[in-house]
């Protein structure tokens, strides 16, 4: 069976299908969930959904900003960024990846 996502022949298309988890999460919540899924489904259908919040947050305007002040701030020769770090958003701020210089003399 297709998915007619045109509308053409008066076929609705389909949600979105992170409209569509945020649906079924809410269901989920709502009613909780049936005895005859798999066990462990709703956590693995809520990290699905964090993951897509991620994924729709990548690479836009906020995340560069950030991370153009950490390199500011922090970039040295021993504070080493990525290319494209990692950015996880708080309340008060945000946290990027980055790597640190250990000098072999300073192994024991």
Not at 7 to 29: I, V
Not at 40 to 47: A, N, P, V, W
Not at 87 to 105: H, K, L, N, Y
């Amino acid at each position: 069976m297709a998915n007619d996502t045109t509308n053409d022949g008066g076929k609705e298309a389909p949600p979105e299908p992170r409209e569509s988890l945020r649906t079924l999460l809410a269901s989920m919540e709502h009613h909780g969930t049936p005895e005859s899924w798999p066990e462990g489904l709703y956590e693995q259908l809520q990290l699905a959904a964090l993951h897509q919040e991620e994924d729709a947050t990548e690479g836009d305007g906020e995340d560069d900003a950030i991370v153009a002040a950490a390199r500011e701030m922090y970039g040295s020769t021993e504070i080493e960024f990525d290319s494209a770090p990692k950015v996880s958003i708080g309340e008060d701020g945000a946290f990027v990846s980055a790597w640190v210089f250990v000098p072999r003399s300073s192994l024991k």
